[in-house]
């Protein structure tokens, strides 16, 4: 059988390329191929040859191989977005669960914060009722040996409120300012110019409020003591550390409001703008004082 040309049909008169994916001949000028150049090729390049028919068949094959990759790297990117999405809700979902019990716990701790609060204020309450049969005394300068019941009994009769013995239950010096307030002292000589206080606490707050009715006592400590010292003695309640700060926060915002007074009268922090408008503000003076 005569061997013709896989391209143009016509005889192969001499030598040409062979195809060994159609086992087929080729001219030279058909294939594409320039003689000098296909001599110059070994036995393994020559045998690697493909026809345009084999060569666009070779190249659809591995066109499909790569958009069957593709596609399954598509499903498989689809899958893990599927897969996330997934996530994301029960992540979602455990989000808004959570937030449910911080706002119940929120609120427990709101409605805990207010029972505590009422409690701390009861609490306050009763240590300075506590207070109510107690009398501060001060500017009474100190001195070693003092015979502080004796003292009291003194002023007591000047005031002419008589404080027998056995009306007082209880007598000390304190150092007002910095530190613990209710630490009692030891009588001695102080360098400060303010002299310890004296709490006395009586059998009675009868008696106590008739003291403290009387709190610029007019009395000197010449009176009481001796001495060389002239102080001017006064009388006031015997606050616990809670009433006496907020006594304090209570004259710093009263002056800021334009009140010209602030005093204590049996337990309650009063103020005054003129001699007109007196008011008493109960033990929620804190928080008149916070909006203040
Ligand atoms: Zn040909
Ligand atoms: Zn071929």
Redesign the pocket.
Known sequence: MENK?G??I?PMASEGVYCHGCDKD??FT?CGVREATYKTKTEEMKLKFKCRVCKEATIGSNMKTEIEELKNALQFHSDTYENMKTEIAELKKENSANKKEIMKMKTENDYLYRELSKLQERVNVMEQKDNLNCVEIHNLPAQPNEDLQEIVETIGSQLQIPAEKNLIKEVYRVQKGKGDYATKTKTKPTTNKKPPVIVVRFADKTLANQWIDKKKTGLSSVNIIGGVQNNDLYINEHLTQHYRDLYWQARITSKKLNYQFVWIKHGYICRERSKLQQTCLSRHLEIKIEVG
């Open positions: 040309c391209e143009c016509k080729y001219h058909c």
